[in-house]
């Protein structure tokens, strides 16, 4: 079966000539569909770097990304943009919701650009609203709802169009433990529903609530492990010494 996502030997070298910088160095791995991953890193890792390919939201320098088995990395803005609107679904840390539209169509907008009929959006909008447990509340605008509901209307809009990948940057980097707690259990629902999830992140804690975890540092990838490899022999230590 072919990955969803497939970087290979990925490269994103700035100022080139005496002043080089490698935000990404030497980048590969893959991501099948359904996989629930983390990347984490540390800020100057190359995390944002690599979440900004991954969105098609910039292009390496060299190397090759290949997303349901299309090479983006080489592709045109106006095919890259496009690509965004069609493949992926951001959620931000900002929220980036629109002030002045309550929830409805906030979560309807990017489904106007995709030109969907009145009728139809409405409903997948209200759909996904009610998804994330927001059906109360179509009518607020952002100002009436807390950044944890905000957040929540942003991962609605996010999953509105049943994009194949859901990438969610520092999603939780702006709420408290409730609304972190909240979100990433809307996410791992979305999960177990069988979307394809990708968090970028630095807190260690939401690492540990994904299937997969991917490190990266000094823009190298240092460590790809699946969680219960990593955590299955302390799990049965803290069982037994509960008992």
């Known amino acids: 079966m072919n990955a969803l996502i497939e970087i290979k030997d990925m490269y994103k070298i ?39 390919m991954i969105g098609c939201l910039d292009t390496p320098t060299e190397g090759t990304y290949l997303l349901n088995g299309r090479d983006v990395s080489r592709m045109t803005d106006n095919e890259l943009s496009d690509i965004r609107n069609q493949e992926i679904g951001f959620i931000f840390q900002g929220f980036n919701l629109i002030a002045n539209l309550d929830a409805l169509a906030n979560v309807e907008l990017p489904l106007i650009y995709r030109g969907i009929e009145k009728r139809i959006r409405r409903e997948i909008a209200v759909s996904s609203l009610e998804m994330v447990g927001l059906g109360e509340r179509l009518h607020h605008k952002p100002s009436q709802m807390s950044g944890g509901q905000q957040q929540r209307v942003a991962v609605a809009r996010a999953i509105a169009a049943r994009p194949p990948v859901i990438l969610a940057d520092e999603p939780t980097g702006n709420l408290d433990s409730r609304s972190t707690w909240e979100i990433m259990d809307v996410l791992k629902k979305l999960h177990k529903s069988g979307r394809t999830v990708i968090v970028i992140t630095h807190d260690s804690e939401i690492a540990k609530q994904a299937e997969r975890v991917i490190q990266i540092k000094d823009g190298k990838i240092t460590e790809d492990y699946l969680n219960h490899e990593r955590t299955g022999k302390n799990d049965g230590q803290e069982e037994r010494e509960s008992v």
Request: aromatic share 10%.
């Open 14 to 52: 700035y100022h080139p000539g005496e002043n080089e910088i490698y935000a990404l160095n030497g980048v590969t791995f893959a991501v099948e569909e359904g996989e629930f991953v983390v990347v984490i890193g540390h800020s100057g890792s190359g995390k944002s770097t690599l979440m900004n």
